[in-house]
Structures are given as structure tokens and as C-alpha cells.
């Protein structure tokens, strides 16, 4: 299981991914924000406490950081086509070009935190980087398992199962429901 660092960073690669990327969510089409609403949708998806980072977030750190959720994507699409070689080799891109890397850090003067970012990195280069390491520690800790794309029909949206059995298969309970839903429906018809 994930400690509760990298937890946080897993959750906020899946918020920037399913907030920052075009496809499907619970049946419909999801279309990610575009110019002027990047920055207000970008800072929805990352936590408040996930990042030490200053929040600027201008044209270029949104295009950053939209980038960077495109490769995360591609990551967990990889992990659930048992693609492992690719979604390693699309995790160490995203490792090189956000320069992640180890650090200890006293936010306020408070307890030592590990971040994976430059004291002065851009937010987006940081937010990135805490990402890519996250993803870094699923795949090369044996726990690709954990890491999902929603089963749901007409839906993609990704996902971190930390139940106990790891036996997720959906982003949401009404992903769940509503597959659940169509099956009675399905077998309903059948019967007659």
C-alpha cells in the first residue's frame, strides 16, 4: 500500500489528469477547460496542502501542466493494457523533464517534508514533478495493480485503488451503479 505522501501525490496526478484531459466521464463527453479556465480548474484539482509551491498560474504553467496530465494518461492507459515497459519509459520522461528530485524541505519552520522539487521551481514544474514521482514509486514498487482506468462503458476517467483487496474497477460508485444497472437491465431482458 502507499504511504500517506505519495497517496497525496497519486490523488493529485489523478485529479490533474481526469480535470486537465478530454474524453469520457460517467457516460458523457468530458471536454477539459481551455484558455482563461485553466488556471481556476487547475487549482481545483491540486489540493491545497499538496503543493509548497507559490501558485502562479499563468498561460505557460496551465499548458505545463496540461502536458504533463496527457503523459500521466498515458501512464495509467499503459498500466491497464499491461503496457508496463511503455507506461516505465513515459514515467522516466516525465521524471527528466520536470527534473524531479529528492528533497527535504521546513515548510514555515514546521516538520521536515520530502518534496521532489527545486526550492525555486515554477509550480507547475513542482506540481509536475511530485506527480511523475508518485507514479514513479506505483510502477516501480510492484504496484501497477493499483493504478486503473474507469471499466464503466463510455467512461475513462483514471483512478488509485486503495481498497484492501484491490479489486477496483471503476472512478466512482456511480460508474459502479451505473454498470451494475445496465447488467440487471441486460439479464432482465434476457430472462424475458
Known amino acids: 500500500m502507499f504511504d500517506s505522501h505519495v497517496a497525496v501525490l497519486l490523488d493529485q496526478a489523478v485529479s490533474l489528469v481526469n480535470a486537465l484531459t478530454d474524453g469520457e466521464a460517467r457516460g458523457r463527453a468530458h471536454i477539459a477547460p481551455r484558455g482563461a479556465d485553466l488556471p481556476e480548474a487547475i487549482d481545483a484539482a491540486v489540493s491545497r496542502t499538496a503543493a509548497s509551491l507559490p ?6 504553467q496551465a499548458d505545463y501542466l496540461v502536458e504533463a496530465a496527457r503523459r ?6 499503459a498500466v491497464q493494457d499491461g503496457r508496463l515497459d511503455t507506461a516505465a519509459d513515459t514515467v522516466n520522461g516525465l521524471l527528466r523533464d ?3 528530485r529528492p528533497r ?16 525555486h521551481d515554477t509550480f507547475a514544474a513542482g506540481c509536475s514533478a511530485g506527480c ?8 516501480g514498487g510492484g504496484l501497477t495493480g493499483r493504478l486503473g482506468v474507469c471499466r464503466a462503458d463510455r467512461c475513462d476517467r483514471v483512478y488509485v ?21 445496465a447488467a440487471f437491465r441486460a439479464r432482465k431482458e434476457a430472462a424475458g
Open 72 to 77: 500521466m494518461r498515458e501512464v495509467f492507459q
Open 55 to 60: 501558485r502562479t498560474i499563468d498561460a505557460a
Open 161 to 181: 485503488d486503495t481498497s484492501r483487496n484491490a479489486a477496483r474497477q471503476f472512478c466512482s460508485t456511480a460508474c459502479q451503479n451505473r454498470t451494475k444497472a
Open 98 to 100: 520536470t527534473g524531479a
Open 104 to 119: 527535504l524541505d521546513r515548510a514555515g519552520g514546521g516538520a521536515w517534508q520530502m518534496h521532489f522539487h527545486g526550492a
Open 132 to 139: 511523475a514521482t508518485g507514479l514513479a514509486l506505483a510502477v
